[in-house]
Structure formats: C-alpha cells, structure tokens
C-alpha cells in the first residue's frame, strides 16, 4: 500500500476505524501517531514529539521501543510467534506463570493466560461461580461490588460497572444485576466498612464473589481508598464464603507504590487479575490467577475442568516479552522510580489547587489526578497538553497523568505543567 498523506490517512479513519467509544463515522480528531521512543510519541503532524502521559492507559511502564523488550520480542519471534495451547505448552508461558505466582501475594498459585483485561475478568467470575456449582452451591452466582468501578467492556465485566452516568448505562436491565454498595472513601471509616461487612452478609447466600479494584479506582473516576477496606473485605468473605477478586489490571505492577496495590493491605485475594503493564504495553495479555483452594474446588466438580480457552491463550510472543518486562522490572528499584515520580507530580500538581473550578488534586505514587467541578472540554484541554509537548487523554472531570517509570524528572515536571495547564483551559 503507497504510504497515506496525514489528510488522507484521517479521512479513511473517519469512515472506516472504530476508535474507543467513538461513533461511525468518526467525529474525534484524532492525532497521528508515527512511532514511538523511550517516553515520547513522535506525531505525523506539527506537533512534534510528546512525552506520553498516559503510558498508553498504564501499561507501557518501561516507555516504547525499549532494547531489552524489542529483544526479548525478536529472539521470540525467531522460535514462534504464536502456537495453540491446548495439549502444548512452551517456555515463555511456563517462565511468565512462575514470574507472576512468585511476585504476587502469598498463596496465587494457579495462572490462566488471558488475551485482555476484559476477557480475565470474565475468567475470574467464571472461576468464582464454579468453584461454588462444584461445591454443591449453585445459588452463588452473583457478585457485589462497590459504585464508582470499572472492571472492562465485555459482558460480565460490564455488570460490575459503576451502573450509574457509568459507561454501560445504556446496558442497565439487560445485565446480570449485581449488588452494589456505594464507593468507598478516600479514608477509613468505620461506618462505610460496617455497611460492607453487612451487605456482604445480607448476600452471602447468592453472592459467588466480591470484584474489586483495591486502593485505586481507574476508569470509574480515578478514585483513591484506604487500603484497610481490603482487609475489612478479606475478613467479611472468610466469614460468609465469599471469594474476593481483586483487580489489578490498572494497579498492578508497581503503579501505586506497591507491586500490587493488595500489597499495601497484606491482603490475598482468591483470584486476582492483571493486564495493562504486563508486557511493558507491548503485546495484548492479561492473567488470571487464583489460588489452589479455587483450583481444586472446580477440579472437584461434575465439569471438572475451567471451560475456557481463547485461540490466543498462551500467546509466546507476548509471553516472551512479559517475561522480560517483569525481569526489567524487578531487576531496578523501580520503587525508587515510582516515589521519585510521586514526589515530582506532587510538586508539580500543586499549583493546580489554586486553579479556578479545581475540585481537587490527588496523587498515589505514579499517578496524578486534577478533578474539576465540570466536565473537562476534552478538545481545549487535549491542546493546551499538546502545546506543553505532552500527551494526555482527560475524561468526564477529570485531566490525569500516569507516566512511564523511565520518565525522567524534566519530563515529570513537564506532564506536570501540561495537567495544569489542561485543568486551566479544559
Ligand atoms: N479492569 C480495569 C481495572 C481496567 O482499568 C481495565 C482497562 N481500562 C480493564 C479491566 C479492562 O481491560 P482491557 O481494556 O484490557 O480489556
């Protein structure tokens, strides 16, 4: 195909891509992306290059066109990119299982290799209902979960959306009803953790499982929580058999301060589900672990077998560079990384207060988040990030940054500068 001129290339996007909730035709004007190096995205157009704010939506923590990654992916590119997995198995699945029970909370013992975020967390309800259908205990199907969620686009996963102005309102009705509590705030309280304790009581006998996202809140509303909610969780579902699923498909991986945002609790979850950062951004796969209570109770069962199994499970080439992301990972003090990049949107953030229409500024290790008392315009607050050198992709009220570890202190205080700026203009 002859290369496409900027123009062309956007009106052949408009009639034919789907972007992310975006209509068809498109209406967005979306920036031409061309490549991408280290934290900056080198754009089509006059633009020039910017410092990725988003980590394209957390996952690219290591930055783009990392050499260790781009190895691990041409070395496996060589052997095989892809083969099935059923009846096969092969290293990189088998060193990334290994990589991920080692590193997460004490007792994951099992991983199901995932192609998304969605798709684990429809393994993990799935586990969770029939760990209770092998146990004799069919009624437990449902899920609880607390408002102000977001656990993925596909069906199940869309239930346990915050249902309302939420993404999925569109669906409510026709989903599997789920039962909510309201979000839980920003500090411990004892009577929002006695109105968890409670409902998960009054539901105990229809509820498979508690989802949640622990500590931070993402696409919901970027909402932060005292950690001491996840014991308060773990304690209630021992007490009424009911599974606790975590989800740390946005937390995961150091993003919060802790390697997973359990982790800041001392908390083990029966499943838990990762995604996003798990190949440095490189290649779609998520995971979804669990423990061997979980694991054997479905192996007890009529079907004693976990019904799943995606043409892309396993994928070796995205395995591969997994594995090499978490070995990158773990090889630095990428705490260090993260608490440098805190303590410089912290300082970089805090002019933002003073904004007019600011409702407030929060930061949790490499994340920062500027609320406004409106809905942001998108369009004059993607440009005043743009004129700064910074690409960052606001929502609903909110303008927020969650930068690459490898961002460097200028390019913080940059991303810094750009959200206020976004806050100002937006
Ligand atoms: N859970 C959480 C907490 C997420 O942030 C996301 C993605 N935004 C998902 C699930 C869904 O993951 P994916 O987009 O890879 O399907």
Avoid at 40 to 45: F, P, Q, S
């Amino acid at each position: 195909m002859p290369e496409l001129s900027v123009s062309e290339l956007l009106e052949l996007d408009r009639r034919h891509v789907w972007h992310p909730y975006g209509p068809m035709p498109g209406r967005a004007e979306p920036l031409v992306v061309e490549s991408a190096s280290g934290v900056r995205l080198r754009m089509a157009d006059s633009s020039g290059e910017l410092v990725d704010g988003m980590s394209s939506w957390w996952s690219a923590i290591h930055g783009y066109n990392h050499p260790v990654l781009n190895e691990a992916a041409r070395e496996q590119l060589g052997r095989m990119s892809h083969v099935m997995f059923g009846g096969l198995t092969h290293e990189p699945a088998v060193r990334l299982a290994k990589l991920l029970v080692d590193m997460s909370p004490d007792g994951l013992e099992h991983v199901f290799l995932a192609d998304s975020g969605s798709v684990s967390v429809e393994v993990a309800v799935k586990m969770c209902l029939q760990y209770w259908r092998s146990l004799g205990r069919p009624a437990k199907q449902r899920l609880l979960t607390w408002r102000g969620g977001y656990h993925g686009d596909t069906w199940q996963p869309m239930s346990v959306c915050d249902p309302e102005g939420g993404m999925h309102e569109l669906w409510t009705g026709v989903l599997q009803r789920q039962v909510f509590v309201g979000p839980p705030p920003v500090e411990y309280e004892e009577e929002y953790a006695e109105e968890l304790r409670s409902a998960i009581a009054r539901h105990a006998d229809e509820l498979a499982a508690v989802i949640v996202e622990p500590v931070v809140q993402g696409a919901g509303g970027m909402r932060f929580h005292s950690p001491a909610y996840l014991r308060v969780l773990r304690e209630a579902c021992d007490a009424h058999d009911v599974l606790l699923v975590f989800d740390e498909i946005a937390t995961g991986f150091g993003r919060t301060g802790a390697l997973f945002a359990a982790d800041h609790a001392a908390v083990t979850p029966d499943v838990m589900c990762v995604g996003k950062a798990l190949t440095g951004g490189y290649l779609t796969m998520a995971a979804t672990l669990c423990t061997s209570e979980v694991a054997d109770g479905i192996s007890r069962g009529e079907v004693p077998v976990l019904a799943h199994g995606p043409t892309f499970m396993g994928n070796p080439l995205a395995a591969a560079v997994a594995c090499a992301s978490i070995e990158l990972l773990l090889g630095q003090d990428w705490l260090a990384e993260v608490k440098r990049i805190e303590a410089g949107l912290r300082e970089g953030l805090a002019p933002a207060r003073e904004l007019p229409g600011v409702r407030d500024v929060r930061v949790l290790g490499a994340i920062g988040v500027v609320q406004l008392d409106r809905p942001v315009d998108m369009k004059a607050a993607t440009t005043a990030a743009v004129r700064e050198g910074v690409w960052l992709r606001p929502f609903r009220d909110l303008i927020y940054t969650m930068p690459p570890y490898v961002t460097g202190d200028a390019d913080v205080a940059r991303v810094a500068r750009a959200v206020c700026a976004a806050a100002g203009e937006g």
